[in-house]
């Protein structure tokens, strides 16, 4: 199962969601699969941090569907972010873990996913999300994206994905101060709110 | 802490807008967290760690609400990374709300490195901090952070020490 498949399967399914997802190759990837999510999706750098920050946008706007497009590295860099949505139940935070099952951006060294005895899913119900599942094929993921983009529980899908990067994909040319100010005047548009206002004098 | 502390970081928390708290429990604070988890205005998320909680509140900024992160200083070392990523990689700030363990007159051996190493990582992180001693700064002291995270869009820290934690 290709990655690129499954963003554009989940892609065709998102219209008003916000999304924040994780780095490496996958954010070139999903901004070609996803174009019309270009101003709605944040990636962020940090292993660990995506899931959380996600989690944290969900709090914020409990009216707004969020989605995670995690990663195993990234996933079991904070495998603590499980038992706080264990604890947390937000009922809008759809996460997506692409499970490549190595550290692709630096030419694949394999991760702990890679020796068929770790199991992100069967953590996640460890840690209290009963809603996590693996996914081996596109129409398995499919399923998932259906179900967990509609549930009021949280809701992870693992996707065993190739360690294979999509060819001839536009790169993207922005860097993360530029991409936080496209992702907040996009919050601030479409939720009527102000985020960075203006200062006290011009 | 005494209630009249706890009671003055809550009006300073919320002055600032903040209604959502992402906190690792400590034991100088110890009189703090159930007051926060008690109010009806603020909504706390108990996190794994202090960087998981870094990250949940940077969320929590892109959402439009406010958010702080408290904890004792010694998860100031535990949110480095993401601190680093978030703050100086995309200008999403995260404020700090922290205990000073390890000041002069500290009394556990283990608490010394806390004292040690706050500022210069506060400093390494060119994070700008006041360290709070008096009861009757700490409301403007944390309106102050507020102000200055929301026009710096970077993050900020007030360190609360002396005989408001001991």
């Not at chain 1, 963003?7 to 065709?12: F, G, N």
């Not at chain 1, 990837?29 to 101003?39: F, G, I, L, S, V």
């Not at chain 1, 962020?44 to 914020?60: E, N, R, S, Y």
């Not at chain 1, 536009?170 to 993360?176: E, Q, V």
């Amino acid at each position: 199962m290709k990655r690129y498949d499954c963003m554009k399967l989940l892609a065709a399914r998102l219209k008003d969601e916000l999304v924040i997802l994780s780095l490496g190759a996958s954010v070139d990837e999903w901004y070609n699969a996803a174009p019309h999510m270009r101003e709605a999706s944040l990636f962020q750098q940090q292993l660990g941090c995506v899931t959380p920050q996600a989690f944290g946008l969900a709090a914020g706007l409990p009216q707004r569907r969020i989605i995670s497009l995690d990663t195993d590295g990234g996933m079991m860099f904070n495998l603590g972010i499980l038992a706080t949505l264990g604890n947390e139940q937000p009922k809008n935070l759809f996460t997506v873990v692409w499970d490549n099952e190595c550290y692709q951006s630096i030419g694949g060294p394999p991760t702990h996913t890679a020796f068929g005895r770790v199991d992100i899913a069967a953590i996640a119900r460890g840690a209290g999300v009963e809603n996590a599942y693996t996914a081996r094929t596109l129409e398995e993921f499919e399923a998932h994206c259906e179900a967990g983009l509609k549930a009021d529980v949280p809701y992870i899908v693992v996707a065993k994905v190739a360690g294979t990067v999509q060819p001839d994909i536009k790169r993207k040319h922005s860097d993360g101060r530029e991409d936080k100010y496209i992702f907040v005047r996009h919050v601030e548009a479409t939720e009527g709110i102000v985020i960075m206002g203006p200062s006290e004098h011009n | 802490m005494k209630q009249s502390s706890v009671d003055a970081v809550i009006r300073g928390l919320k002055k600032a807008g903040v209604s959502i708290v992402c906190y690792l429990p400590d034991s100088l604070f110890k009189q703090l967290y159930p007051a926060l988890d008690a109010d009806p205005d603020i909504r706390t998320i108990r996190v794994t760690n202090e960087g998981e909680g870094a990250a949940i509140c940077g969320g929590v900024f892109l959402s439009g609400k406010r958010a702080a992160l408290i904890m004792e200083n010694s998860g100031l070392r535990a949110s480095v990374e993401p601190l680093a990523r978030m703050g100086l990689g995309a200008g999403i700030p995260v404020v700090m709300l922290m205990s000073y363990r390890g000041e002069l007159g500290e009394n556990n051996w283990w608490a010394i490195p806390h004292g040690i190493t706050m500022e210069p990582v506060l400093n390494a992180l060119r994070i700008p901090y006041r360290i709070v001693r008096e009861e009757d700064q700490i409301e403007q002291s944390i309106v102050d952070a507020y102000n200055w995270s929301y026009n710096a869009y970077y993050h900020s820290a007030i360190a609360l020490g002396g005989e408001i934690v001991r």
